[in-house]
Each structure stands twice: as C-alpha cells, then as structure tokens.
C-alpha cells in the first residue's frame, strides 16, 4: 500500500518561493504505473489541484499557476516536490499530496497535508 | 475549465437519515466522476470512483450513481462517523476540479 508524506517550510515570506516535498513509500514513483498530484485547501475553500507528474517526468500543471510552478521527481529518494515562486497570502493553505493510475484520474491514498503559510 | 457545482452546501441530518449529495458538471464527463470524504485535520478519503464504484474498505451505505452532467452521493443511513464534508471531482480533463464541498453536519 503506497503512503505519502508531505513535508516543507510553514511559513514563507511574501515573494519568495514556496518549496514542498512528497516522499512516497510502497512503492516506485519511477516508471509508468503512476501520476504524482499537488493539491491546496486554503481554509475554509474548497479543494484545488495543483499539477502533476508522471514517472517518466511528463507534467502538466493547473493554467491559474502554470506561471510560477515547478513539479519535478527525485527517483534515488522516491521523492517529488512542488516549488511555487512569488507566493502571496492568498498561496496559504494546506498542501496536499496523491496519487493517480488509469484514464479515470481518481487520488488514492492521501498525505496527511502541510499548513504552509505566507506572512512576512 | 470544467465547473463543478455542488448542492447543498451543507445540510444538518441525523443519525440513522438518507442523506443525498448532488454534484453537477458544466459540460459532460461521461462517468469521469469520483467522490471523496474529508474530516479536519485529515487526509480527504476515496469513497466513489467512476461515479458508481465503491472504493475497497468503504461501507456499502455510501453509493454513487450519475453520468454525463448529473450525479449523486448517497449515504442510505447516516452513521456518527460521517459528520464530514465530501467532495466531488472530474477526472475528464485538466485541469482537474473539485465541487465546493458539502459540510454534513449532526442535527
């Protein structure tokens, strides 16, 4: 059974860039069984998805963040991280990482998620 | 973007009550429609994959059904340990979108 668990700063200064990790157990995120997803819930919000990555390192990422997003993979830690540049409050959330397989694009199972906060 | 709006918001239900969820797509995603459960502080849970599917190691209580633009989450019985918010979600296109969640919450 695959489990996630993300982890990254908790507080990010205005402009700067926030930096998330995903490390993934039980199972490769190399190769291709699996899309790596980024979600956010800023409180009160509903869920949005972020992007993703395929084991091969194809992305595709959400458009209303395309701009100052990078999703990449780290194969020798079984890791792969979100960085998002010139971060406003309105990048405060929780962060949230899961898995995909298949054409239907259903998460399962889910990290825990992170509080990221953006204050100076 | 594919729009997923979701009805009602919330709703106050009791113990042992049908419970019917409504989640509405902007265009068609034939049956691309999968329905979670989030709790504060937790990680959201699969509950429904392709619109029907219940996810392994989910009550039977909980059911889906819908295609197209229309579907529905329904719990046949609510139990204590629903009190929770559920989500919908497209897997037709990117970008993938949620609906805005419906806060089940105790009468």
């Known amino acids: 059974q695959v489990q996630l668990q993300e982890s990254g700063p908790g507080l990010v200064k205005p402009s700067q860039t926030l930096s998330l990790t995903c490390t993934v157990s039980?199972?490769?995120?190399?190769?291709?069984?699996?899309?790596w997803s980024w979600f956010r819930q800023p409180a009160g919000k509903a869920l949005e998805w972020i992007g993703r990555i395929y084991g091969t390192g194809r992305t595709d990422y959400n458009p209303s963040l395309e701009s100052r997003l990078t999703i990449s993979l780290d194969t020798s830690k079984n890791q792969f991280s979100l960085s998002l540049s010139s971060v406003t409050a309105a990048d405060t959330a929780v962060y949230y990482c899961?898995?995909?397989?298949?054409?239907?694009?259903?998460?399962?199972?889910w990290g825990q998620g992170t509080l990221v906060t953006v204050s100076s | 973007d594919i729009q997923m709006t979701q009805s009602p918001s919330s709703l106050s239900a009791s113990v042992g009550d049908r419970v019917t969820i409504t989640c509405r797509a902007s265009e068609t995603i034939d049956n691309f429609l999968n329905w979670y459960q989030h709790k504060p502080g937790k990680a959201p849970k699969l509950l429904i994959y392709v619109a029907s599917n219940l996810q392994t190691g989910v009550p039977s209580r909980f059911s889906g059904s819908g295609s197209e633009t229309d579907f529905t989450l329904t719990i046949s019985s609510l139990q204590p340990e629903d009190f929770a918010t559920y989500y919908c979600q497209q897997g037709y296109l990117t970008p993938l979108t949620f609906g805005g969640g419906t806060k089940v919450e105790i009468k």
């Open positions: 899961a898995p995909s397989t298949g054409w239907y694009n259903w998460f399962d199972p």
């Open positions: 039980g199972d490769s995120i190399g190769g291709n069984t699996y899309y």
